[in-house]
């Protein structure tokens, strides 16, 4: 990401007040201490878009949107970092011409990036031409694709000798720090005998952005018995797996309007259905389908098909999909599903049948009515009144996600005539009693695992008030605590302490670059349940819990080194310091 200095961010933020900027698009009510209103980011009747003045923040309950000015410029303006940065810079008078230099540098590597898995896919695609691999050529030949569709999609091949891993790194020798960051080789060394190619004995599948830029690569092991099966390019600067789809940009280049997407899971599936002249086809990355994802095809299309294998895991990869696409459901677009015969994926499918039989099957998708009262029903009872009251409870807090009134209203109806209620009035009376389920803190804890832990609760009490910073009087006893999030705690403190006037919107952009910039972005929005009122007594209590621990971690080092050998005079007098300690019951934390 390009970047200027931490300190311009830091003074660009602290000038402006994110309230200025986004009342200016579209109009705010003030709450209590925040701001409300309708979310620009998705359509939505009832205002579910909060603005925090004190923390300089805004995220929406409904979609899950959030962050600080930056973000909002980016997002809603469509503005790229350094754009952002200079329109702060313009409206204060703030000059970062000095910074320009540095953000040209980091540009200058992901342009170097891009150059390299361009040179890294001709590689690939010289080595499956070579005689020597015409077993791969055979293979891809088996699996229906012709050599003009090899070609059409730069399919190549990483070879299974280690020597090709000494052949890269000598043909780039100039570029070993840029293949250290694509993650080609795994190991912590580039040297001859430590090396390891992450795609050895792969065909490869290039993955390009929307614009047709080369950004990563897929790779599919030549032996069924190789797992895992499929493989990508670690995340890099140019590359995010989350937020790019395999095969979207042939879609978004050739055609300028596209009625619909199927959506399908594999590279082989986008690769034989497009070769039979079906367009419109992407596919996930080896992963579920995010809501950025979602929202990137929403953008280009107002259908998307999901095709899915008919077993129990294709119809829980649909479930997946359905939630992160419910906030996007506007009325004019669409969602439907399709589930393939047991055994069969799009690939295997229209090779075996062809095809017009193909597009048939297309033909019988399932809405997202029929799909979503038919999942929630099989296991309910309907001809009970606990069973009707378990279908309610089910899908009720779903239909309030959506943002499409008719959509919404028609499934209110479905409802009602599954469980006898007719009137339409108390239906909408039994939604708006319903808590709304997707609640932004569910959303950004799905794949990090936040919990009440002393030290979550310290992380994110601290995140969302930096000057609870100035109660930690020293940190010298917590860094000999051997715990991740306790370094992270000890590196927000003394962030806190050098920068006394942070705001939480301040504080998570100085941390954006870093390794654990997910888990602070989290904990900033975590809803902790700690009162207001209460936050500072809070924080001082689960210090006292954590110097307790770590005091106890001690004692019992103590006393099981005390039985292997006998401990000095100065680890008794510790040992019988830390046994006084414990015994008493500590107001304040002393460190």
């Avoid at 799009?346 to 075996?352: A, E, V």
């Avoid at 999942?375 to 309907?382: C, F, R, T, V």
């Amino acid at each position: 990401m390009i970047r200027v200095s931490n300190t311009i961010i830091k003074e660009l933020i602290s000038r402006t007040n994110i309230i200025d900027i986004i009342s200016h698009k579209f109009y705010l009510k003030k709450q209590g201490k925040n701001f409300v209103g309708h979310c620009p980011f998705h359509d939505e009747k009832n205002p579910s878009f909060t603005v925090s003045i004190e923390k300089q923040f805004y995220y929406c309950f409904s979609c899950g949107s959030h962050g600080n000015v930056i973000d909002f410029l980016m997002n809603h303006d469509k503005l790229n970092f350094i754009e952002s940065i200079q329109f702060l810079s313009n409206m204060h008078g703030i000059s970062i011409n000095s910074n320009i230099n540095a953000c040209k540098n980091n540009n200058s590597q992901q342009n170097d990036l891009y150059q390299l898995v361009n040179e890294l896919c001709e590689y690939y695609i010289n080595i499956l031409n070579q005689k020597k691999y015409s077993y791969v050529y055979e293979y891809l030949k088996k699996r229906g694709l012709n050599s003009e569709t090899i070609n059409n999609f730069s399919i190549g091949f990483a070879p299974p000798e280690w020597e090709h891993s000494i052949k890269i790194t000598k043909i780039l020798s100039y570029k070993t720090e840029l293949l250290k960051k694509l993650g080609i080789f795994l190991g912590k060394h580039l040297n001859y005998h430590q090396r390891y190619n992450r795609f050895h004995n792969r065909i490869i599948f290039p993955i390009h952005n929307i614009n047709g830029n080369i950004i990563a690569f897929g790779g599919r092991s030549i032996s069924d018995k190789t797992t895992p099966k499929y493989l990508n390019s670690a995340d890099t600067a140019i590359f995010k797996k989350s937020q790019n789809l395999y095969g979207l940009y042939k879609n978004y280049v050739q055609h300028k309007k596209i009625p619909y997407i199927l959506l399908v899971e594999g590279y082989f599936d986008v690769i034989s259905l497009m070769a039979f002249k079906i367009p419109y086809v992407t596919a996930t990355l080896g992963t579920n389908i995010t809501a950025y994802q979602i929202n990137m095809l929403y953008k280009i299309t107002d259908c998307i098909i999901c095709c899915y294998d008919g077993d129990n895991a294709g119809k829980i990869a649909a479930w997946r999909t359905l939630n992160q696409t419910l906030p996007y459901l506007t009325d004019k677009r669409e969602i439907y599903f399709i589930f393939l015969p047991n055994g069969e994926d799009p690939d295997t499918l229209i090779r075996k049948i062809g095809k017009d039989k193909f597009l048939k099957i297309l033909q019988n998708k399932q809405d997202i009515s029929n799909f979503l009262f038919k999942i929630l029903s099989q296991k309910i009872n309907l001809q009970t009144l606990s069973g009707k009251i378990k279908l309610s409870n089910l899908i009720l807090p779903m239909i309030k996600k959506i943002p499409g009134e008719t959509l919404k209203l028609y499934l209110l109806q479905q409802l009602g005539n599954k469980i006898g209620i007719l009137d339409d009035r108390k239906l909408h009376q039994l939604l708006q009693k319903t808590p709304v389920s997707s609640d932004y803190n569910t959303k950004i804890t799905k794949n990090i695992d936040i919990s009440n832990t002393v030290e979550h609760i310290l992380i994110g009490l601290l995140m969302q008030n930096p000057k609870l910073a100035k109660l930690v009087p020293d940190t010298q006893i917590l860094q000999t605590y051997e715990n991740y999030d306790i370094k992270i705690f000890i590196d927000l403190v003394e962030t806190c302490k050098t920068y006394t006037i942070l705001n939480s919107a301040q504080l998570l952009e100085h941390y954006r670059d870093n390794n654990f910039f997910k888990k602070l972005e989290i904990l900033t929005f975590w809803n902790h349940m700690v009162k207001e009122d209460i936050i500072e007594n809070t924080f001082i209590e689960a210090l006292i819990k954590l110097h307790n621990l770590i005091l106890k971690q001690k004692q019992e080092t103590l006393i099981a080194q005390d039985r292997v050998n006998k401990l000095t005079q100065q680890e008794r007098r510790e040992l019988w310091l830390i046994n006084q300690a414990l015994s008493v019951q500590y107001n304040t934390a002393k460190f």
